[in-house]
């Protein structure tokens, strides 16, 4: 599986604890920021959201102080389902029923151990399809 990873400035940390960690042995690209300097996360929300959208990347993490403004970004792109998590629970579900397709992190509200194990649990969920795949297509239908 490709993954892309992004963050701003709050979430840089976090970022690369996971590149360090959970990410290390699978195929993944980070597509920034790779400096403290404050920058506006939509600024990545979007370069990471379309690089996902294009299927370039399976799936993407973007990680800024909260997770929301990253997910609120993210999922303006067609074809993005961004879920914003600090559970494993959450973090499981959002794959299995919600088929997410980028996963958002709060770098300032998790722990780097809870970060890490919801970014397991994320990247090792499947859809389950069935009756939540006619619910994910409503999601779509609404801006067409
Ligand atoms: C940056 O200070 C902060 O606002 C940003 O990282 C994020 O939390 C927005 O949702």
Redesign the pocket.
């Known amino acids: 599986m490709k993954i892309a990873i992004g963050s ?4 840089l940390t976090l970022k690369r604890t996971l590149l360090a960690s959970v990410l290390k042995e699978l195929d993944s690209v980070d597509l920034g920021t790779d400096s403290p300097q ?1 920058i506006d ?1 939509p600024d990545i929300g979007h370069r990471l959201a379309e690089a996902v959208a294009s299927g370039r990347y399976e799936r993407g993490i973007l990680i ?7 997910a ?1 970004t993210a999922n303006k792109t067609r074809g993005i389902r961004a879920a914003n998590c600090s559970d494993t629970y959450s973090a499981e579900m959002s794959v299995q029923h919600n088929n997410a397709n980028v996963l958002c992190l ?3 509200t998790l722990g780097p151990a809870l970060a890490e194990r919801i970014t397991r649990v994320w990247l090792n969920a499947r859809f389950t399809g069935g009756r939540h795949a006619e619910r994910v297509k409503k999601i779509e239908l609404f801006n067409q």
Do not use: E, N
């Open positions: 701003d400035h709050a979430g404050a996360y800024c102080g909260t997770g929301i403004g990253m609120m709060g770098g300032r």
